[in-house]
């Protein structure tokens, strides 16, 4: 959540500060400001709202300046506003604030002792006046952020520019994600590669309680009074890969991308040559791990759930899928010889994170599924295997869901095969089966227009909508609900369909859709049966299905789409891209903002 940037050079830095924050709009914002230096004073513009509205009031008052930062804004402490938006700015600093300081009212309390006034309702306030007055007691900019990181509690990430100093930009970061670009003549903070990527490719990832000083050429970075080294690493992303295309949404062009991407992790961790799944070396062995338990928040948690399916039915190894904000407090025992999966397409969901930490507590070997190789949750883990998503915009996750399933279900077969319970003729079906997903998602792509026909004819007018799934397909009724739900704001429930007649049944009527995700695979009589209690009941039926479920209930549904008939265990794949279609024509239709849909952020890095 939040974005931030910072930046010292020698060329003027707002127009590079408001592109940068154009690349962090995803991250989910509701205000944005920028503050720069000139001729030693803090100069600050805000706006509550779009970025429009920020670059509106840039152009009625320009702002000069070498040296400058900015900020989008997800509010936690005080409401949108632009009294609220950062930087946050005293005489003597400016600050912007990823994160929650947990004790700030403490802190706050203490200043307002002091005689200290606030001109905002945000915890972020706090860090600028606790370095104003150490500033006032005459320590040096340097020493200020060192003694201010002794004091603050809670996970953030801070850049800082002081008055009368065009020579240093501080940073800090303590649970969130803060990245140093290395320019020519020029260097960044930034909240993410992403960030960076129009300035430079060369990026250092700060870690925990890390602090840093930036002038024009350099980074000095410290944990405490002791200064330490970081590793610059070359950035995979560049500044092209960030734009729609001649698709009119983020979202709608990574859904078209899911078949490049979904083959770019097969050719990671398949042999096509030999028909097998080849995972790089791991600090276990399968055969002998006791239990799995994985944890991960929101879409990534359905990914979970499905590799749940996957590893019990192929591996026949015990799952545990944890909401990680549960697990973290939770804390339940787990035993020895566990494996923890973590999940996240950013790799710095701060749930996650805690989790893992406490899983490691526990002696549990952590491997990570991530999309950022060089985020925190990757670099914590014991071993990563990153999906080959590239850049995802869109809020609402697809090709990062689709590829982390990829993952998942080559991890099933590798543990199937050490654990001797996946005979090699299964895995060579297995695999054969997942190298034709993507020309299959491919097909399923070229009915989008049968798609948006359900979506506008059906879902859109709909206030209620639920979903139903039995087996591997009720993690995607799962994820088909929360697609529908954040981007179109229609109410959208998921459910395994063996559930509908104890509580969702009463739900039914005339003016309620229910999608049916079914496959005709094993237990396709059981889902068909709850199909029909629904349309007794004179529910508007939508069934997902191949042809020969089609063949079977088409002619009672009120719409129908028809998929490739594939082998059940990848089925789940290609049903997840149907019902990313339907949510994305429902959210055009309705008129919402598909990509950056209101109160969500993509990257969620507080509590």
Same mark, same amino acid.
């Given at each position: 959540?939040?974005?931030?940037?910072?930046?010292?050079?020698?060329?003027?830095?707002?127009?590079?500060?408001?592109?940068?924050?154009?690349?962090?709009?995803?991250?989910?914002?509701?205000?944005?400001?920028?503050?720069?230096?000139?001729?030693?004073?803090?100069?600050?513009?805000?706006?509550?709202?779009?970025?429009?509205?920020?670059?509106?009031?840039?152009?009625?008052?320009?702002?000069?300046?070498?040296?400058?930062?900015?900020?989008?804004?997800?509010?936690?402490?005080?409401?949108? $506003?632009?009294?609220?938006?950062?930087?946050?700015?005293? #005489?003597?600093? &400016?600050?912007?604030?990823?994160?929650?300081?947990?004790?700030?009212?403490?802190?706050?309390?203490?200043?307002?002792?002091?005689?200290?006034?606030?001109?905002?309702?945000?915890?972020?306030?706090?860090?600028?006046?606790?370095?104003?007055?150490? /500033?006032?007691?005459?320590?040096?900019?340097?020493?200020?952020?060192?003694?201010?990181?002794?004091?603050?509690?809670?996970? =953030?990430?801070?850049?800082?520019?002081?008055?009368?100093?065009?020579?240093? @930009?501080? #940073?800090?970061?303590?649970?969130?994600? @803060?990245?140093?670009?290395?320019?020519?003549?020029?260097?960044?903070?930034?909240?993410?590669?992403?960030?960076?990527? *129009?300035?430079?490719?060369?990026?250092?990832?700060?870690?925990?309680? !890390?602090?840093?000083?930036?002038?024009?050429?350099?980074?000095?970075?410290?944990? #405490?009074?002791?200064?330490?080294?970081?590793?610059?690493?070359? $950035?995979?992303?560049?500044?092209?890969?960030?734009?729609?295309?001649?698709?009119?949404?983020?979202?709608?062009?990574?859904?078209?991308?899911?078949?490049?991407?979904?083959?770019?992790?097969?050719?990671?961790?398949?042999?096509?040559?030999?028909?097998?799944?080849?995972? +790089?070396?791991? *600090? =276990?062995?399968?055969?002998?791990?006791?239990?799995?338990?994985?944890?991960?928040?929101?879409?990534?948690?359905?990914?979970?759930?499905?590799?749940?399916?996957?590893?019990?039915?192929? &591996?026949?190894?015990?799952?545990?899928?944890?909401?990680?904000?549960?697990?973290?407090?939770?804390? *339940?025992? @787990?035993?020895?010889?566990?494996?923890?999966?973590?999940?996240?397409?950013?790799?710095?969901?701060?749930?996650?994170?805690? &989790?893992?930490?406490?899983?490691?507590?526990?002696?549990?070997?952590?491997?990570?599924?991530?999309?950022?190789?060089?985020?925190?949750?990757?670099?914590?883990?014991?071993?990563?295997?990153?999906?080959?998503? #590239?850049?995802?915009?869109?809020?609402?996750?697809?090709?990062? =869901?689709?590829?982390?399933?990829?993952?998942?279900?080559?991890?099933?077969?590798?543990?199937?095969?050490?654990?001797?319970?996946?005979?090699?003729?299964?895995?060579?079906?297995?695999?054969?089966?997942?190298?034709?997903? *993507?020309?299959?998602?491919?097909?399923?792509?070229?009915?989008?227009?049968?798609?948006?026909?359900?979506?506008?004819?059906?879902?859109?007018?709909?206030? !209620?909508? /639920?979903?139903?799934?039995?087996?591997?397909?009720?993690?995607?009724?799962?994820?088909?609900?929360?697609?529908?739900?954040?981007? $179109?704001?229609?109410?959208?429930?998921?459910?395994?369909?063996?559930?509908?007649?104890?509580?969702?049944?009463?739900?039914?009527?005339?003016?309620?859709?229910?999608?049916?995700?079914? +496959?005709?695979?094993?237990?396709?009589?059981?889902?068909?049966?709850? =199909?029909?209690?629904?349309?007794?009941?004179?529910?508007?039926?939508? @069934?997902?299905?191949?042809?020969?479920?089609?063949?079977?209930?088409?002619?009672?549904?009120?719409? &129908?789409?028809?998929?490739?008939?594939?082998?059940?265990?990848?089925? +789940?794949?290609?049903?997840?891209?149907?019902?990313?279609?339907?949510?994305?024509?429902?959210?055009?239709?309705?008129?919402?903002?598909?990509?950056?849909?209101?109160?969500?952020?993509?990257?969620?890095?507080?509590?």
């Amino acid at each position: 959540m939040c974005g931030l940037i910072g930046i010292i050079g020698r060329a003027p830095v707002t127009p590079l500060l408001v592109e940068a924050l154009k690349r962090l709009e995803y991250r989910g914002y509701d205000s944005a400001g920028v503050a720069t230096l000139i001729n030693g004073h803090i100069e600050r513009r805000r706006a509550e709202g779009k970025l429009f509205n920020l670059e509106t009031k840039l152009a009625a008052e320009p702002l000069a300046g070498a040296i400058g930062i900015g900020h989008t804004r997800w509010a936690t402490h005080g409401k949108p $506003s632009e009294r609220n938006a950062h930087p946050i700015v005293t #005489g003597r600093v &400016a600050v912007v604030h990823n994160g929650i300081i947990e004790n700030f009212q403490q802190l706050k309390d203490e200043l307002l002792a002091e005689g200290r006034t606030f001109d905002s309702d945000t915890d972020t306030e706090v860090v600028a006046q606790l370095l104003t007055v150490y /500033l006032e007691r005459q320590l040096s900019p340097e020493e200020a952020m060192g003694k201010a990181m002794q004091r603050l509690r809670g996970a =953030f990430a801070l850049v800082a520019l002081f008055s009368g100093r065009h020579d240093i @930009l501080l #940073g800090a970061r303590r649970g969130s994600s @803060l990245a140093v670009g290395h320019g020519d003549m020029a260097m960044y903070l930034g909240t993410d590669a992403l960030a960076l990527a *129009p300035f430079t490719r060369r990026v250092t990832y700060l870690e925990d309680d !890390d602090w840093v000083v930036l002038n024009a050429q350099e980074a000095r970075i410290f944990q #405490g009074h002791s200064e330490v080294r970081r590793a610059i690493r070359e $950035s995979g992303i560049t500044g092209s890969m960030m734009g729609k295309g001649n698709h009119r949404h983020f979202m709608l062009k990574e859904i078209h991308e899911q078949p490049a991407v979904i083959g770019d992790t097969l050719h990671t961790y398949l042999s096509p040559a030999t028909r097998s799944v080849t995972l +790089p070396a791991l *600090p =276990f062995d399968w055969a002998k791990v006791t239990r799995l338990t994985i944890t991960a928040c929101g879409t990534a948690y359905f990914a979970g759930m499905m590799a749940k399916y996957w590893f019990e039915k192929l &591996a026949r190894l015990p799952v545990e899928v944890e909401v990680a904000s549960e697990l973290r407090y939770r804390e *339940p025992p @787990l035993p020895e010889g566990g494996v923890c999966i973590a999940i996240s397409q950013s790799g710095e969901t701060v749930d996650t994170l805690a &989790a893992l930490r406490y899983a490691k507590t526990q002696h549990q070997t952590i491997l990570s599924v991530v999309n950022v190789p060089e985020s925190a949750i990757a670099r914590e883990s014991h071993a990563v295997l990153p999906t080959i998503a #590239g850049p995802e915009i869109g809020v609402a996750s697809t090709k990062a =869901f689709t590829t982390q399933l990829m993952v998942l279900l080559t991890m099933a077969v590798a543990a199937g095969r050490a654990r001797r319970t996946l005979c090699s003729a299964d895995e060579e079906r297995l695999t054969r089966a997942m190298i034709e997903v *993507p020309s299959q998602v491919n097909e399923v792509l070229n009915m989008d227009l049968a798609y948006k026909n359900i979506a506008e004819g059906i879902l859109a007018k709909a206030r !209620d909508v /639920l979903y139903l799934g039995r087996g591997l397909s009720f993690p995607i009724a799962l994820e088909g609900a929360l697609k529908l739900k954040e981007i $179109s704001y229609i109410h959208a429930e998921g459910y395994a369909g063996g559930e509908m007649k104890h509580g969702p049944i009463a739900l039914i009527d005339e003016a309620v859709p229910v999608v049916v995700v079914a +496959p005709a695979d094993a237990i396709f009589d059981k889902i068909a049966s709850n =199909f029909e209690q629904v349309r007794a009941r004179g529910g508007k039926l939508v @069934l997902l299905s191949d042809e020969a479920g089609n063949d079977r209930l088409a002619h009672h549904a009120a719409a &129908a789409a028809k998929l490739p008939t594939v082998d059940p265990m990848v089925a +789940p794949i290609l049903y997840s891209v149907s019902v990313q279609l339907l949510a994305y024509y429902t959210a055009v239709a309705k008129g919402t903002d598909v990509d950056q849909p209101r109160n969500l952020a993509k990257s969620v890095t507080v509590e």
